[in-house]
């Protein structure tokens, strides 16, 4: 049986992934997924 451990920093980051890291618009379009400006999510 194989484990594999992830270390992550106290802010919650995956040092050896990148993660979180920022979102391109064209990653949001290949997934089909819209940003509204903030105060129009109703």
């Given at each position: 049986m194989t484990k594999i451990?992830?270390?992550?920093t106290q802010k919650a980051e995956d040092l050896l992934m990148g993660a979180p890291a920022e979102v391109s618009p064209e990653q949001l379009k290949e997934l089909h997924i819209s940003v509204l400006p903030k105060g129009k999510n109703t």
């Amino acid at each position: 049986m194989t484990k594999i451990t992830k270390i992550f920093t106290q802010k919650a980051e995956d040092l050896l992934m990148g993660a979180p890291a920022e979102v391109s618009p064209e990653q949001l379009k290949e997934l089909h997924i819209s940003v509204l400006p903030k105060g129009k999510n109703t």
